[in-house]
Structures are given as structure tokens and as C-alpha cells.
């Protein structure tokens, strides 16, 4: 029978004498994964989306036969859109400088920050279209971004701006850097910025363009940088303007040995004891990367629900090490997938990003640490869980219309029709066919639908030479 929604005060599904939306009907898919709380991967099925949200889930032959626009997806795997929880989009500018290639995550940034020092408005905008760009043709439909510096009359707006243009659901963090290297931090002091100046901005912000409600396209998150370059004056005034606000908080946290070091050395506690003292755990809270965390911290993060970020090609990149991600899952640490700034991770493809998870996981602690299933489920549930949302991650009644399709007659999928779903993760990384946000194609058939990628790339490339020029 066909699947319909209960209403749940969400407008679902349209009610008798209400004017109907606009639909969209997807149909004659060859796999469909829900990841809804039955996990099912359906054949033959499709999806029935009016305005931006889902109406029902099932096979082709139980749903409407007719709707104001039709995607027939034979040939291909339809899943939820994947969720990106931490990247930094303005290091696509940066991709393999020759001068950070080789190093551990302190000496790469002691290299990058005079480069990114020479940011300006345009860069930041140019580099969130191409970065955005990348993410939706490899699968993703929700990103969250973490923009923590701001030379040169650079604002968290450039980045807004730019993803309303190409129609990706974002989550914008006003990221900061308090702390420069007279005071004992990382950054130079050029880069920093007055801590009364950030915390205004970032209320500017929130009043300015934050959505709480369901479906929203533009979250605004509350963002110092990390341990090391902010104050715990401005990490304890950040968790309480959140809370006010009811807002998320996100940073890095634990990411290598270093990260650890200088925790001891400076706070004389561990990266998550740290975090615990300074009210920077919860349900309204996620760290990235926490490749370090101890047991204490996992269980830690696990009774507050503490989100984390997990990053494995940046990890790999940079040598920081396995993040313990089993044992994160196992404990019911809240755990993403993120790409990482394209500088770490040269790349920000997400279906490589899933691959990569499974991969390493399995290279730490042994081949039944993650499955095919388990590396999508992160990518999908896992990150809106990390991001506090509960409209995506799944196709299910209710939900926000996001999902992405992958052409599975595809050369790399040969040989791989028994299973599409573990073929999707254990293949070469597929780009998309289809993706829909929102109730809106993105994506067709391959192609950007929503903006001309030539002149970007183009402008990009252009933009990206003038920045490690000016800091020779």
C-alpha cells in the first residue's frame, strides 16, 4: 500500500480544501535506500515530493502516476543526499602548495596562514561556489562550512551569498581566531581579530540570515577555531550567545598528538576535559575531527551527546592518525562525515570521503570494523544528527525532498548489480546523476543545473594564483 505520512502540524500531506504544491514524482528507480527506521532498500521504487518535502515512499507501482514534474530513474541508485559536517571551502584556493605538502597539521598551518592572510571578499565567495560545486556533483546536499578568518574586509556573508546562488542547504559557522602568536597562540597576529568584534558579528549573523525552522536552507553556527587560537573567554562568552540563540556550536577538538600536547601544556587538562569545563558539550555540539579522544572523552561525548565530525583523507593527509570511530558509534557518539578543507584533503568529494571512511577504519582495526551500510549511514543520519536536524538524512514521509542518484550503468559499477548499495561505497567514487534539494533540481543529468561551472572554474583558477603570489 502507499506509504503516507500522519499529520504531524507540518502541513503533511496536503489536506482536503488546501491548495496543493507543486509535485515531483521519481519513479522506476533500480535501488532505493530509505535509511529510515526500517532501513529499507526498495527495487523498482521511487519517491512522491510536493513543494519541498516527501509525501510518500515505495515502489513505482504504489505510487501516483502522475505529477507536475516526472524523473524516471531506471538504471540508477537513489539515496538520501549525503551531509558534509565540516569543511573549510576557502582552502580550495590552496590545493597542494608546495610549501604545506609535507606537514603535520602545525607546520601546515604555520604555512598557510600568511597565504590565506591575502584573502579577500571575492576569493571567499568564488571559493564556496567551487567548493559547493564539487560537494553536490559527488553526492552531498547538505554542507555545513567553517569560515574562521576574515582579512581584508571578508565576511561569513561572502559564503552565504554564494551557496543561495548555487542552491545548497547550509549550514554558514562563524568561525574566529582570538589568539595570535605574541599571546601564545598558532596564527600570527594579523589574522586575529578582537574577541567584542567577533561575538558581535556572529550576533549580527545569527539575527540576520538563522532559520530554525523545519526544512531550513541557511543554519548559522557558532564557531572559534580551535584550543589553540581562540580564548577560553571567547569559548565560554561563544556556548552561552549559542545557547541564547539556540544556535549550534562547532570546533576542532583532539585532532593529533600536538593538539594534545599543547592542551596539557596550556589548560592542563585534556582536549575533552576542556571542552567539558568550558560548557562545550551536548546535544548542540560538535567537534571536528577528535582523531585523539581518549576513553574518558568518548564516554563523555556519548552521555552528553557530543557530536564529532570525523574527517579520514584529512586525517590520512596531514598523518594525524585513525580517528577511533567504532568505538565512538559503540559508546552512541553522534559521528559525521566530513571532507575537511580542500588544503588537507586537496578534494571534496563525498562519496571518496564515504569510501575512505570504510577504508581506514578497516586498516586501524580490522575488516569488520565498518561496513558498506554503516560508512553511508554516517554520511546520511550520522551528519544530520551531528548537525541537531531531523529533516534529512533519510527518505521517509516528512522529510525534506533531498536525494541524489548515481547511474549505475556506469563502467565502474560493472560487475557490481548484485548489491548497488555496497557497490556505491566499495566502486571507484561515482559522480551524481540526479540531485534534488529541497524539492529543486540541482543536478541533471551530470550537469549543474543551477549555475555555469566554466567561467567559475575559470575565475577560481585565476583568483587562486593571485593569492600565492601575493604572499611570496
Same mark, same amino acid.
Request: aromatic letters at 6%; proline letters at 5%; charged letters at 20%.
Given at each position: @500500500?502507499?506509504? %503516507?505520512?500522519?499529520?504531524?502540524?507540518?502541513?503533511?500531506?496536503?489536506?482536503?480544501?488546501?491548495?496543493?504544491?507543486?509535485?515531483?514524482?521519481?519513479? !522506476?528507480? *533500480?535501488?532505493?535506500?530509505?535509511?529510515?527506521?526500517?532501513?529499507?532498500?526498495?527495487?523498482?521504487?521511487?519517491?512522491?515530493? $510536493?513543494?519541498?518535502?516527501?509525501?510518500?515512499?515505495?515502489?513505482?507501482?504504489?505510487?501516483?502516476? %502522475?505529477?507536475?514534474?516526472?524523473? *524516471?530513474?531506471?538504471?540508477?541508485?537513489?539515496?538520501?543526499?549525503?551531509?558534509?559536517?565540516?569543511? !573549510?571551502?576557502?582552502?580550495?584556493?590552496?590545493?597542494?602548495?608546495?610549501?604545506?605538502?609535507?606537514?603535520?597539521?602545525?607546520? #601546515?598551518?604555520?604555512?598557510?596562514?600568511?597565504?590565506?592572510? /591575502?584573502?579577500?571578499?571575492?576569493?571567499?565567495?568564488?571559493?564556496?561556489? %567551487?567548493?559547493?560545486?564539487?560537494?553536490?556533483?559527488?553526492?552531498?546536499?547538505?554542507s555545513s562550512d567553517h569560515l574562521y578568518i576574515y582579512p581584508n574586509g571578508s565576511r561569513l556573508d561572502d559564503s552565504i551569498r554564494a551557496a543561495?546562488?548555487?542552491?545548497?542547504?547550509?549550514?554558514?559557522?562563524?568561525?574566529?581566531?582570538?589568539?595570535g602568536q605574541k599571546d601564545g597562540g598558532l596564527p600570527p597576529d594579523s589574522v586575529v581579530e578582537r574577541e567584542a568584534d567577533v561575538l558581535n558579528?556572529?550576533?549580527?549573523?545569527?539575527?540576520?540570515? /538563522?532559520?530554525?525552522?523545519?526544512?531550513?536552507?541557511?543554519?548559522?553556527?557558532?564557531?572559534?577555531?580551535?584550543?589553540?587560537?581562540?580564548?577560553?573567554?571567547?569559548?565560554?562568552?561563544?556556548?552561552?550567545?549559542?545557547?541564547?540563540?539556540?544556535?549550534?556550536?562547532?570546533?576542532?577538538?583532539?585532532?593529533?598528538?600536538?593538539?594534545?600536547?599543547?592542551?596539557?601544556? &596550556?589548560?592542563?587538562? %585534556?582536549?575533552?576535559?576542556?571542552? $567539558?569545563?568550558?560548557? #562545550?558539550?551536548? !546535544?548542540?555540539?560538535? /567537534?571536528?575531527?577528535?582523531?585523539?579522544?581518549?576513553?574518558?572523552?568518548?564516554?563523555?561525548?556519548?552521555?552528553?551527546?557530543?557530536?564529532?565530525?570525523?574527517?579520514?583523507?584529512?586525517?590520512?593527509?596531514?598523518?594525524?592518525?585513525? =580517528?577511533?570511530?567504532? &568505538?565512538?558509534? =559503540?559508546?552512541?557518539?553522534?559521528?559525521?562525515?566530513?571532507?575537511?578543507?580542500?588544503?588537507?584533503?586537496?578534494?571534496?568529494?563525498?562519496?571518496?570521503?564515504?569510501?575512505?571512511?570504510?577504508?581506514?577504519?578497516?586498516?586501524?582495526?580490522?575488516? *569488520?570494523? @565498518?561496513?558498506?551500510? $554503516? =560508512?553511508?549511514?554516517?554520511?546520511?543520519?550520522?551528519?544530520?544528527?551531528?548537525?541537531?536536524?531531523?529533516?534529512?538524512?533519510?527518505?521517509?514521509?516528512? @522529510?525534506?525532498?533531498?536525494?541524489?542518484?548515481?547511474?549505475?550503468?556506469?563502467?565502474?559499477?560493472?560487475?557490481?548489480?548484485?548489491?548497488?548499495?555496497?557497490?556505491?561505497?566499495?566502486?571507484?567514487?561515482?559522480?551524481?546523476?540526479?540531485?534534488?534539494?529541497?524539492?529543486?533540481?540541482?543536478?541533471?543529468?551530470?550537469?549543474?543545473?543551477?549555475?555555469?561551472?566554466?567561467?567559475?572554474? $575559470?575565475? !577560481?583558477?585565476?583568483?587562486?594564483?593571485?593569492?600565492?603570489?601575493?604572499?611570496?
Open positions: @500500500m502507499l506509504h %503516507t505520512p500522519m499529520n504531524d502540524g507540518a502541513g503533511l500531506p496536503s489536506q482536503p480544501g488546501k491548495q496543493p504544491g507543486r509535485t515531483m514524482l521519481v519513479r !522506476h528507480a *533500480d535501488a532505493l535506500v530509505t535509511m529510515d527506521g526500517a532501513r529499507r532498500e526498495l527495487r523498482d521504487a521511487g519517491l512522491f515530493i $510536493e513543494d519541498n518535502r516527501i509525501v510518500a515512499v515505495g515502489p513505482t507501482a504504489e505510487l501516483p502516476d %502522475t505529477a507536475d514534474e516526472i524523473l *524516471d530513474l531506471r538504471g540508477h541508485l537513489v539515496i538520501p543526499g549525503l551531509v558534509n559536517t565540516h569543511h !573549510h571551502m576557502y582552502q580550495s584556493l590552496t590545493r597542494a602548495v608546495p610549501a604545506a605538502q609535507d606537514a603535520e597539521l602545525f607546520g #601546515w598551518l604555520t604555512n598557510l596562514y600568511k597565504v590565506w592572510a /591575502h584573502l579577500t571578499p571575492e576569493m571567499i565567495e568564488v571559493s564556496t561556489l %567551487t567548493a559547493m560545486a564539487e560537494l553536490l556533483l559527488s553526492g552531498c546536499t547538505t543561495r546562488q548555487i542552491g545548497m542547504r547550509f549550514h554558514a559557522s562563524r568561525g574566529s581566531m582570538s589568539v558579528d556572529t550576533q549580527r549573523l545569527i539575527e540576520t540570515y /538563522h532559520d530554525d525552522g523545519r526544512y531550513a536552507m541557511l543554519r548559522v553556527v557558532v564557531a572559534p577555531c580551535s584550543p589553540f587560537s581562540v580564548s577560553q573567554g571567547l569559548m565560554r562568552d561563544s556556548a552561552a550567545l549559542a545557547r541564547q540563540y539556540g544556535v549550534s556550536l562547532h570546533t576542532h577538538l583532539a585532532e593529533n598528538v600536538n593538539d594534545i600536547a599543547y592542551s596539557r601544556e &596550556k589548560f592542563g587538562m %585534556t582536549p575533552a576535559e576542556y571542552a $567539558e569545563d568550558l560548557g #562545550w558539550v551536548g !546535544h548542540d555540539v560538535w /567537534h571536528a575531527h577528535c582523531v585523539q579522544l581518549d576513553e574518558a572523552g568518548i564516554a563523555l561525548f556519548a552521555r552528553t551527546g557530543t557530536g564529532v565530525a570525523h574527517c579520514p583523507c584529512s586525517n590520512m593527509r596531514l598523518a594525524s592518525g585513525i =580517528a577511533p570511530v567504532k &568505538k565512538m558509534r =559503540a559508546a552512541g557518539v553522534p559521528v559525521g562525515l566530513g571532507v575537511d578543507g580542500s588544503a588537507s584533503n586537496d578534494g571534496a568529494q563525498m562519496v571518496a570521503e564515504v569510501r575512505q571512511a570504510l577504508l581506514l577504519q578497516r586498516v586501524g582495526f580490522g575488516p *569488520d570494523a @565498518m561496513t558498506a551500510r $554503516e =560508512a553511508l549511514e554516517i554520511a546520511t543520519l550520522g551528519g544530520a544528527k551531528v548537525l541537531n536536524r531531523d529533516d534529512i538524512g533519510a527518505l521517509a514521509p516528512g @522529510m525534506a525532498a533531498d536525494f541524489v542518484s548515481f547511474d549505475l550503468r556506469q563502467p565502474l559499477f560493472a560487475g557490481a548489480l548484485h548489491d548497488p548499495v555496497a557497490a556505491l561505497v566499495f566502486c571507484a567514487p561515482s559522480q551524481v546523476s540526479t540531485s534534488v534539494i529541497g524539492g529543486k533540481v540541482v543536478v541533471k543529468d551530470g550537469v549543474l543545473s543551477t549555475l555555469e561551472l566554466g567561467p567559475v572554474i $575559470e575565475r !577560481h583558477n585565476r583568483l587562486a594564483r593571485q593569492l600565492v603570489e601575493a604572499a611570496r
